[in-house]
């Protein structure tokens, strides 16, 4: 595996791509070849990519053992409107 050096990388970016790497816990070298693979269309390896925003949303979720929404209690109907 090759090795790359980015030179003059803006101090802001720098400092996002080290937040970023740690709430995905890992090193800031893994999270950059985790966004290239991203930005390239990763590898034969990968998996598949989302195909609906139902998908897209279970990738990102999933790994962190989902989330649970709380579902508002159903009303009754109101009456409709009398045009008299």
């Known amino acids: 595996m090759s090795s790359i050096v980015i030179s003059d990388v803006d101090e802001d970016l720098e400092q996002r791509l080290k937040v970023r790497a740690?709430?995905?816990?890992?090193?800031?070298?893994?999270?950059?070849?985790?966004?290239?693979?991203?930005?390239?269309?990763?590898?034969?390896?990968?998996?598949?990519?989302?195909?609906?925003?139902?998908d897209s949303i279970r990738a990102i979720v999933e790994p962190i053992g989902g989330?649970?929404?709380?579902?508002?209690?159903?009303?009754?109907?109101?009456?409709p409107p009398k045009f008299d």
């Open 22 to 54: 740690a709430e995905h816990g890992r090193s800031v070298e893994a999270e950059a070849r985790d966004i290239l693979r991203l930005a390239l269309g990763g590898s034969k390896g990968d998996a598949p990519a989302a195909t609906n925003l139902g």
């Open 67 to 79: 989330i649970e929404l709380d579902i508002p209690p159903r009303k009754q109907i109101r009456e």
